[in-house]
Each structure stands twice: as structure tokens, then as C-alpha cells.
């Protein structure tokens, strides 16, 4: 089964608009942890925001948030107010318990910013 | 600080080969970790290494060895090249610390062409 799941091969938005890319997950431990990575046409991986199991809110990066909703084991990228570099890969990815960080990454969803 | 550094950025064998890619971080990072990324997917775990003279198998080892001597190097070997092996490969490393993020930083990535 898969455990990091993007339903979104692509996606197409206005500048300046918001956009929500879709994360969900699957896991038993109660210790996990959930990354979201863009990679840019250059290809390097750029860590953008980090959500861990126990946070109690939601976390935020500038533009970024992570919409964290653990019943439903889902972990959304929300990007505000997007620009054309924003164009990219975006990757959700997760981290099951402690010690070494093995991350299992979903197939990842190509965001484009029209202008 | 360079970061997380790979050797070479692209390398074309012929099938039977063997080659060694290095890793190489100036972060003092206890964690590294090999990743190949093949195309239209997420990136997926060959092997990793929890400390100096440590090494475990990830999810798609085989065909793959590797060794870290030093805390700062992390090689992975292909003694016997084949076109499947034909990806994109990524290292990364991270630190624990109690209460950290635990986020991984990524090379710029090997280009691997096997014909």
C-alpha cells in the first residue's frame, strides 16, 4: 500500500492565487513526521515546511502552510498569494518514528504559474 | 560551509561497469542517506548510515553497496552497472537533536546514464 499518496500529477494556477497541493498518508506509528520538498526544473530538493505528529498546530513558512489533519491523515501544501518560481515538483514526504529519518516520498505533483 | 556535496554531477557507463559516487557534508551530521529518482517519481531510499562505520539497507538496495568511513563521506558503490540503474541520485544528511525538525539536506544530484 502506499504510504505518501499525491492525487494531483499537475496543477495550473494564476499568479498571485493561492493553491493547495493534496498529501495523504498511511502510517500506525504515533510518531511521524511530514516534509514537503520542491524541486525546481534545476532538480536540487528544497526543503520547504515540516509538520510532526505531536505539533499541535499547524505549521507556517512565510508563504507556505501545512493544513495538518490527522484524522484524516492528510497534510496539504497550502502556498499564498503564488509566483512564477513557484513553478516546480512538489514532493510530501514522511518520516516514521525515531532514530535515522528514512523519508518514503509520494510520486509528487508539478505545480505551473501562468502569468 | 558547501553543505552536502556529490562527485561527479553526471556519468555515462556501459553496462557490466562499476563506479563509486561520493558524498561528502561539512555539517557534522550524525545521518546520511543514498537516494536514486527515477522519472515521474518520488525519490526512493537505496541505503543509509546512522553513524561512522554503520550502513543499512533502504528500500531498493539491491545492485548497491556502500560505506562511510568518515563521518563526513557516504559512498555508493555499483559494481556491476545495468541500464536499470540508469537515475537520478541523491544524498542527503541530517543531525538529531532533541527537538529538532530532523530535516534532511540534499546534494545537487548525479546524473546516472548506463547503456
Known amino acids: 500500500a502506499q504510504k505518501i499518496t499525491q492525487t494531483q500529477p499537475g496543477m495550473f494556477v494564476q499568479e498571485k492565487e493561492a493553491v493547495t497541493l493534496d498529501c495523504t498518508y498511511d502510517?500506525?506509528?504515533?510518531?511521524?513526521?511530514l516534509f514537503w520538498y520542491k524541486q525546481p526544473s534545476s532538480g536540487e530538493m528544497i526543503f520547504l515546511i515540516y509538520?510532526?505528529?505531536?505539533?499541535?498546530q499547524n505549521a507556517t513558512e512565510g508563504r507556505y502552510s501545512l493544513n495538518f489533519q490527522k484524522a484524516r491523515k492528510s497534510a496539504n501544501l497550502v502556498i499564498s498569494a503564488s509566483q512564477l518560481g513557484d513553478s516546480a515538483m512538489y514532493f510530501c514526504?514522511?518520516?516514521?518514528?525515531?532514530?535515522?529519518?528514512?523519508?518514503?516520498f509520494g510520486q509528487g505533483t508539478r505545480l505551473t504559474i501562468n502569468p | 560551509n558547501a553543505g552536502v556535496t556529490q562527485t561527479p554531477k553526471f556519468r555515462v557507463l556501459k553496462t557490466g561497469q562499476s563506479m563509486t559516487l561520493l558524498c561528502a557534508q561539512d555539517m557534522n551530521h550524525e545521518y546520511m542517506y543514498w537516494y536514486r529518482q527515477d522519472p515521474g517519481m518520488g525519490l526512493r531510499l537505496i541505503h543509509y548510515?546512522?553513524?561512522?562505520?554503520?550502513?543499512a539497507k533502504g528500500e531498493v538496495p539491491d545492485g548497491y553497496n556502500v560505506s562511510r568511513l568518515k563521518k563526513q563521506n557516504f559512498l555508493l558503490g555499483l559494481e556491476s552497472a545495468a541500464p536499470s540503474q540508469t537515475s537520478v541520485y541523491f544524498c542527503?544528511?541530517?543531525?538529531?537533536?532533541?527537538?529538532?525538525?530532523?530535516?534532511?539536506?540534499f546534494g545537487p544530484g548525479t546524473r546516472l546514464l548506463v547503456l
Open positions: 514526504a514522511m518520516r516514521e518514528g525515531r532514530g535515522a529519518q528514512k523519508l518514503v
Open positions: 542527503a544528511s541530517s543531525s538529531w537533536l532533541a527537538g529538532s525538525m530532523e530535516t534532511q539536506y
Open positions: 509538520q510532526g505528529s505531536y505539533d499541535q
Open positions: 502510517t500506525s506509528d504515533p510518531s511521524y513526521g
Open positions: 548510515s546512522v553513524g561512522e562505520g554503520t550502513t
